[in-house]
């Protein structure tokens, strides 16, 4: 399975490396550093990288690429779901996954590494059970283990081991106790130059926080459940259920977990919450060009737009550009041709525009083609797809829970062509 996983940051170091099988040598790693140099952007890297003896799988967060090295043949998606679970758990342990934590924490990831594989393969890779096997850091306990020489290794094994929900340990109490849902749903799109739509689909997920006493039984059902395409759950979910009656079912793990992730990849059923209106000209003749565009709400159920920013990456011809926003503030870094624009809130009855000239090179013909805009934004209280929850029930236990359910869309690779 995984002999060994590298760190690597953006400088392109490798900061830090685990072995389980046997020592894999650094140098394996040239091979991931020569695909990295022929992607243009860290996120263009290929996830699958073969080599003469091993294959590398790699993910790209927080700045950081996890690298992970296999000798044998094994599915690629088990491999690098693996690796964003490591991520998500340092992000659990730690608050936030960034090369200086790692570092700061160098000991507890170490610990936490050999727990979750064994001998090359997932052991426990639910949060719950490796905060009860691996303390999570703090001053005090950090203190105590430097002057007594202690570890953060708990003295017993996890309770949830030994039953039937390995994802829950026994004899849970809350004195509050509440249950959150989040649906959070990220639309991706590329729209041409007259507002059709060209793609358009939406990866959602369901996060949940639950701490809820004892042993409880949660069924969550959805107003329009067919909605939902291609789908992942947790563990924890009961598949035949959610197959016969379209109803979630789940005895929950403790604290935060994604209960399942989804996709609605059907044209027909991807609203487009904003539209640009854009008149970007270049003249053969003069060294002016044109650039104005609007950006506006359509289709979001009268909820706000908000936290827009517009980006665009400007031809080479591009020496400057003079442009009045309406709102917001605009920069546009003559060097690596970038304009920038932080719109914030989209008010409907005040459009926000950007306005002016750009100055282009002399002598220079015209740009063969326009440039792209890239859109990021957020709506509160709106999941785009139309996914509504209708109830959550919760049985096995006499206590009425705090429920609450909150949904937001954002913009995930969102583009207008010009």
């Given at each position: 399975?995984?002999?060994?996983?590298?760190?690597i940051?953006?400088?392109?170091?490798i900061?830090l490396?685990?072995?389980?099988?046997?020592?894999?040598?650094?140098s394996?790693?040239d091979?991931f550093?020569?695909?990295?140099e022929?992607?243009?952007?860290?996120?263009?890297?290929?996830?699958?990288i073969?080599t003469?003896?091993?294959?590398?799988?790699?993910?790209y967060?927080?700045?950081?690429?996890?690298?992970?090295?296999?000798?044998?043949?094994?599915?690629?998606?088990?491999?690098?779901?693996?690796?964003?679970?490591?991520?998500?758990?340092?992000?659990?342990?730690?608050?936030?996954?960034?090369?200086?934590?790692?570092?700061?924490?160098v000991?507890?990831?170490?610990?936490?590494?050999?727990?979750?594989?064994?001998?090359?393969?997932?052991?426990?890779?639910?949060?719950?059970?490796?905060k009860?096997l691996i303390?999570?850091?703090?001053?005090?306990?950090?203190?105590?283990?430097?002057?007594?020489?202690?570890?953060?290794?708990?003295?017993?094994?996890?309770?949830?081991?030994?039953?039937?929900?390995?994802?829950?340990?026994?004899g849970v109490?809350?004195?509050?106790?509440?249950?959150y849902?989040?649906?959070?749903e990220?639309?991706?799109?590329?729209?041409?130059?007259?507002?059709?739509?060209?793609?358009?689909?939406?990866?959602?997920?369901?996060?949940?926080?639950v701490?809820?006493?004892?042993?409880?039984?949660?069924?969550l059902?959805?107003m329009?459940?067919?909605?939902?395409?291609?789908?992942?759950?947790?563990?924890?979910v009961?598949?035949?259920?959610?197959?016969?009656?379209?109803?979630?079912?789940?005895i929950?793990?403790?604290?935060?977990?994604?209960?399942?992730?989804?996709?609605?990849?059907?044209?027909?059923?991807?609203?487009?919450?904003?539209?640009?209106?854009?008149?970007?000209?270049?003249?053969?003749s003069?060294?002016l060009?044109?650039?104005?565009?609007t950006?506006g709400?359509?289709?979001t159920?009268?909820?706000t737009?908000?936290?827009?920013?517009?980006?665009?990456?400007?031809?080479?011809?591009?020496?400057?550009?003079s442009?009045?926003?309406?709102?917001?503030?605009?920069?546009?870094?003559?060097?690596?041709k970038?304009?920038?624009?932080?719109?914030?809130?989209?008010n409907?009855?005040?459009?926000?525009s950007?306005?002016?000239t750009m100055?282009?090179?002399a002598?220079?013909?015209?740009?063969?083609e326009?440039?792209?805009?890239n859109?990021?934004?957020k709506?509160?209280?709106?999941?785009i797809?139309g996914?509504k929850?209708?109830?959550?029930?919760?049985?096995?236990?006499?206590?009425?829970?705090?429920?609450?359910?909150?949904?937001?869309?954002?913009?995930?690779?969102?583009?207008?062509?010009?």
């Amino acid at each position: 399975m995984i002999h060994s996983l590298f760190l690597i940051n953006s400088s392109g170091d490798i900061f830090l490396e685990k072995h389980w099988k046997s020592v894999v040598s650094r140098s394996v790693c040239d091979y991931f550093f020569e695909a990295q140099e022929r992607a243009t952007e860290a996120e263009n890297v290929p996830p699958v990288i073969p080599t003469p003896h091993h294959y590398l799988l790699n993910v790209y967060r927080h700045k950081i690429f996890f690298v992970a090295v296999i000798q044998t043949e094994v599915p690629p998606l088990f491999v690098i779901e693996f690796l964003h679970r490591v991520v998500d758990t340092f992000q659990d342990y730690f608050g936030v996954c960034s090369e200086v934590v790692i570092k700061d924490n160098v000991v507890v990831v170490y610990e936490v590494l050999e727990e979750m594989l064994d001998n090359g393969f997932p052991l426990a890779t639910e949060s719950n059970i490796l905060k009860e096997l691996i303390k999570p850091p703090t001053i005090l306990r950090t203190v105590v283990n430097t002057i007594t020489g202690s570890t953060n290794v708990g003295d017993q094994l996890p309770t949830g081991q030994l039953s039937v929900v390995p994802w829950r340990r026994t004899g849970v109490k809350y004195t509050n106790n509440e249950a959150y849902f989040d649906v959070i749903e990220e639309i991706d799109a590329i729209i041409d130059k007259s507002g059709s739509t060209i793609t358009a689909e939406i990866q959602g997920v369901i996060d949940a926080c639950v701490k809820l006493t004892g042993m409880p039984d949660l069924t969550l059902s959805f107003m329009n459940p067919r909605l939902l395409d291609d789908v992942s759950f947790h563990p924890c979910v009961r598949f035949k259920r959610w197959e016969s009656e379209r109803i979630l079912s789940f005895i929950p793990p403790d604290g935060n977990f994604r209960l399942l992730s989804y996709h609605v990849s059907a044209q027909n059923l991807v609203a487009i919450p904003v539209y640009v209106k854009h008149n970007i000209s270049f003249r053969d003749s003069s060294s002016l060009g044109r650039f104005e565009i609007t950006v506006g709400p359509k289709q979001t159920m009268g909820k706000t737009v908000e936290g827009v920013m517009v980006t665009s990456q400007m031809p080479k011809g591009v020496l400057n550009m003079s442009l009045t926003p309406s709102q917001g503030m605009h920069t546009f870094d003559p060097v690596t041709k970038l304009l920038s624009w932080d719109v914030g809130k989209i008010n409907p009855q005040k459009l926000p525009s950007l306005k002016g000239t750009m100055s282009l090179q002399a002598g220079t013909s015209k740009p063969d083609e326009n440039p792209t805009i890239n859109l990021q934004f957020k709506i509160q209280q709106l999941a785009i797809s139309g996914l509504k929850v209708n109830r959550l029930d919760m049985y096995g236990e006499k206590y009425k829970p705090f429920k609450g359910i909150k949904y937001m869309t954002k913009a995930g690779k969102f583009q207008v062509r010009t």
